[in-house]
Nanobody
């Protein structure tokens, strides 16, 4: 059974920072594609950042230079360091992982990030 548990969300002022974490069980992050998605009020869910098994990273243009995705293989934990936060970053952030053997996606329950102006 796969479980992804996010933490680290909260309320922060514009310009501030937060670090999200996603702890996994039942799936190994280092050999699968993993990433962070977000869904803001009235918006569709979008991919924010991802990291492949080979370490290749992707960022949506709106967060490039401000967010950094990383993983700790020993802890099987995914992180998203978010700096210079803007009100438009306000959203529910979800951790996701795609198992390479069957291409099935797994999702966490989400953690709320609210950026005040």
């Amino acid at each position: 059974q796969v479980q992804l548990v996010e933490s680290g969300g909260g309320l922060v002022q514009a310009g501030g920072s937060l670090r999200l974490a996603c702890a996994a069980s039942g799936i190994i992050f280092s050999v699968n594609l993993v990433g962070w998605y977000r869904q803001g009020p009235g918006k569709e869910r979008e991919l924010v950042a991802s990291i492949s098994s080979g370490g290749n990273t992707y960022y949506v243009p709106s967060v490039k230079g401000r967010f950094t995705i990383s993983r700790d293989n020993a802890k099987n934990t995914l992180y998203l360091q978010m700096n210079s936060l803007k009100p438009e970053d306000t959203a529910m952030y979800y951790c996701a992982a795609r198992r390479r053997t069957n291409q099935e996606w797994y999702w966490g329950q989400g953690t709320q990030v609210t950026v005040s102006s």
